[in-house]
């Protein structure tokens, strides 16, 4: 597609369940960031792939989140047990030149 | 460790008025540096980068930013503010040869008075 996609758009989970949340990069884009928006909180990383390198695992919060990239394309982050501080905007970037990123719409993530 | 600050959460110009919202950084060279903007409902969209060069750069909508490495600054501006310009700006900074954490400030949210 021409842009990044992301789904859910929107997803509201009980307390406890695991959540799956994909993101779809644009063609041809070999590095994918995840970031974490919550209200007032600005852009909190996650995890950062680049090609067949190891990823940039550094700001998961706690080892309940995880995510993987399949073939260098599709990536998905996997949030497990959630908890209601995991309410967020959950946002897939991917990246054309260092530091250029392009983002998804997002996916909203509300944990009752 | 690196950081961005954007000490202004939120401000409030009239339409028509100029606009300069701050980013300070914190880190030992000179980064690359960023400004993104992200609309009502909308994703985040690249409004002007500086990797080296001039320090004053030119970007999309009108907006401008200057890199001054004495004040470890790089503030955004525009001449004349439109309605449309309502949103969040967001400053970032990316570690020249690290791996790819890109940091945000928290972010300054704009409202235009008509």
């Known amino acids: 597609g021409a842009g990044v996609s992301q789904s859910p758009s929107n997803k509201v989970t009980e307390k406890g369940k695991d959540v799956e949340l994909r993101c779809d990069p644009i063609?041809?884009?070999?590095?994918l960031y995840w970031y974490r928006q919550s209200l007032g909180q600005g852009l909190e990383f996650l995890i950062y792939?680049?090609?067949?390198?190891?990823?940039?695992k550094s700001g998961l919060p706690s080892d309940r989140f995880s995510a993987e990239r399949t073939g260098g394309s599709v990536s998905t982050l996997t949030i497990q047990r959630t908890q209601q501080e995991d309410s967020a905007v959950y946002l897939c970037?991917?990246?054309?030149?260092?530091?250029?990123?392009?983002f998804g719409e997002g996916s909203r993530l509300t944990v009752l | 460790a690196q950081s961005v600050t954007q000490p202004d959460i939120h401000i409030t110009v009239s339409e028509g008025a100029s606009l300069e919202l701050r980013c300070n950084y914190s880190y030992g060279a000179t980064p690359y540096l960023f400004w993104y903007v992200q609309s009502p409902g909308q994703g985040l969209q690249l409004l002007l980068k500086?990797?080296?060069?001039?320090?004053l750069v030119q970007g999309i909508k009108g907006f401008e930013a200057e890199f001054k490495r004495s004040q470890s600054s790089f503030n955004l501006r525009k001449p004349s503010v439109h309605w449309s310009d309502a949103a969040e700006y967001f400053c970032?900074?990316?570690?020249?040869?690290?791996?790819?954490?890109?940091?945000f400030g928290k972010g300054t949210k704009l409202s235009v008075k008509p």
């Open positions: 063609s041809g884009h070999t590095a």
């Open positions: 970037a991917t990246v054309r030149v260092p530091g250029e990123l392009f």
């Open positions: 500086y990797f080296s060069g001039d320090t």
């Open positions: 970032a900074v990316f570690r020249r040869g690290s791996q790819g954490n890109l940091i």
């Open positions: 792939f680049q090609g067949n390198s190891a990823p940039d």
